[in-house]
């Protein structure tokens, strides 16, 4: 089997584990997007299977491409990008009756800002409030607002960014990190952004109940993934509530997951 990576970063440790996975017995190919500029390979090139890694718009248009071609994608480039728009993504969540957080869009933080004025917060969202870039992406903007002072602070530098604002849901100060690769499901906590003090940034190994397992098989059929990742957050006594989904995350030191990665390609690959 040939199987094509869809990334700017093929040295990517899930990436690369996946690829020494699979092992000489198979092809992998790495397809930049910046070198493909939207194009699918000429047939005789084509791989069996690609794992779209890369999110930009060039990738997503690749994927496009060689879905159009009849190639299989993973993620396909419509499950991508739908996890791209946090207003879109809470309200297909919301309607398939996950817990998701309340989430309200917002043209940018500029508006926001002038909305909320001095006021005690948002109508129904009193303060803290949680500011989200709404185009989730690498340096995008997450950040939790105490009072208007701190959301005029964020939008001198933010000012013109569409973001969406949820209420900062009372929590144990851990965020729950669960991955999905097809059927597997990887887990670890991480502590919270949102956390008084100051976020842990090493990601610890940990097993969540095994309801939030099944919840996060739920979220790939809801939202058509293959390889992706829940952000889930304890509001008390094992009560969930997902607050992010990404397609095809890093996952970096999950033990087993090129593993995975590499199986569910070659399954893909038929």
Known sequence: ???????????????AGAAAALGPAHDVVVVDPRDAQGRAPEAGAWADVYLLKARDPRALEL???LEGRGAPVVNTAAATARCQDRRDMAELARRAGLPFAATTAFPSLDRLARQVGAGPGLPGLPWPLV??????????????????????????????EPVVVQGFAPNNGWDHKLYAIGDRVFAG????????DDPEPALIQGEPPSAWTELTLRVGEVFA?????????????GTPLIVDVNAFPGMRGRPGAPEALAALALHRAG
């Open 1 to 15: 089997m040939r199987v094509g990576l869809i990334t700017a970063d093929a040295g990517h440790p899930l990436l």
């Open 63 to 65: 994927a496009r491409a």
């Open 131 to 160: 500011v989200k870039s709404r185009r989730s992406r690498k340096g995008d903007l997450v950040a939790r607002v105490d009072d208007a002072a701190r959301l005029r602070a964020l939008a001198a530098g933010w000012g013109e």
């Open 189 to 196: 906590i991480r502590r919270s952004e949102m956390a008084a």
């Open 225 to 237: 993934l293959d390889v992706y990742g829940v952000d889930i957050i304890d509001t008390g006594d």
